[in-house]
């Protein structure tokens, strides 16, 4: 059984890479991929838009439809994923434990006891203990604002240099997880709620969207962003950079939430109570 | 200028490769993040060092902050390097894992023969 499939995987194989015969050569100026519109894009670009980056201009502007509906996907994987792993029936966990944070001793209260919630001498832990780490928290907590800060700047700066929403919405993401893994998931959850976190996440697709439908209303096509000349104050050309980067930040919204509610139903198996 | 770049890259690689010698000869999972997690940032901090020193070549406001950037890649591999070894080294802790000794290697040589 074993050699049939190998013979199998060889033969695709063989198959795929007969296929490669009829490719037009590398970088071939006569190849279907050169003639038709990235010559269009290569040359008016700067022109058209004002933004030196191609790739963020045919991403964001030239094939709008396509970047709008990669959202939506990553949006609907989001929300699947909340369908498929959230429990709402609420369980309380049999015991608790709670650290006092003076002596550093550690109370298992069962059920039925009770609970110090409203209390600063204690705090919760999760009943796979989570070490008390200073280093880790300290180093995670002074790392966290520069990342962020440099997310930022990549949804920005997508215009100039390679970055742009998704990019920057997944470094975005990542320090909420980082933030996650170096406490626990109910502080993080406490900065950041399961709410928070769907309702932007819809909002960064609402973003791109109305966006585009802002474009109708000044009677041009959907995701023309130079109708957006007339509210923005400025010349066509440049209302389409500021189009772009007006929807870069929908997207970086929208990743970074799914990333982080994501994060939150995978880590604590959809009961968002105790996790990572 | 340029000799002390050179001079920092070598002392960078040497670093380097002591960290990559150190990863397969050291005898267990804890001395092996030992030169895991000192050799690559000291050769970072070379390296790097090196590169800042050579944009330098051209004095010009464009290069020094070009060279302040990557002193500040230098910085933040400072916080989280030594940060990541010790988380790693803290899960080996927790789960169980218990130091090397020389008495272990014994019993399997002699489990081996």
């Known amino acids: 059984m074993k050699i049939a499939g190998l013979i199998v995987v060889l033969l695709c194989g063989c198959l795929l890479i007969y296929g490669t015969v009829d490719f037009p050569e590398w970088g071939d100026p006569a190849s279907p991929a050169s003639t038709h519109v990235s010559p269009y894009y290569i040359e008016t670009t700067m022109e058209d838009t004002s933004v030196p980056n191609i790739v963020t201009a045919v991403l964001a502007d030239y094939r709008g439809y396509d970047t709008m509906f990669e959202t939506i996907v990553i949006f609907c994987a989001g ?198 | 200028m340029n000799i002390v770049s050179t001079i920092l890259l070598i002392c960078g690689l040497l670093f380097f490769t002591g960290g990559a010698v150190g990863i397969i000869r050291m005898p267990d999972f804890y001395s092996r993040l030992h030169p895991a997690g000192k050799l690559d940032t000291m050769g970072i901090l070379m390296t790097m060092t090196a590169v800042a020193l050579y944009n330098l070549h051209d004095f010009s406001i464009g290069t020094v902050l070009s060279s302040l950037k990557i002193i500040l890649i230098v910085a933040f591999l400072f916080i989280t390097s030594p940060t990541a070894t010790h988380a790693i080294v803290d899960a080996g802790v927790r789960a169980g894992l218990g130091p090397w000794t020389k008495e272990e290697t014994k019993e399997e040589n002699d489990l081996a023969t």
């Open chain 1, 79 to 276: 929300i699947a994923c909340i369908f498929l792993l959230r429990t709402y029936t609420h369980q309380a966990p049999e015991t608790r434990l709670y650290r006092h944070i003076p002596t550093g001793i550690i109370l298992r209260i069962k059920k039925g006891g009770k609970l110090p919630e409203d209390s600063t001498d204690f705090e919760r832990v999760d009943l796979q203990w989570v070490p008390y780490d200073l280093i880790i928290k300290t180093a995670c907590r002074v790392v966290v604002p520069f990342v962020q800060l440099f997310a930022l700047y990549v949804i920005a700066h997508g215009h100039h240099s390679p970055g742009g929403g998704f990019q920057g919405g997944v470094i975005l993401g990542a320090t909420l997880i980082l933030y996650a893994i170096s406490h626990d998931l109910r502080t993080t959850i406490k900065r950041m709620s399961e709410k928070a976190v769907i309702l932007l996440s819809a909002a960064g697709v609402f973003i791109y969207a109305s966006t585009g439908a802002l474009c109708l209303l000044f009677g041009v096509n959907y995701l023309d962003y130079s109708g957006l000349a007339a509210i923005l104050g400025v010349d066509p050309v440049s209302a389409r950079s500021h189009g772009i980067l007006i929807v870069e930040i929908g997207v970086g919204v929208a990743v970074m939430a799914v990333m982080v509610s994501l994060y939150y139903n995978l880590s604590s198996v959809g009961k968002q109570d105790e996790g990572l």
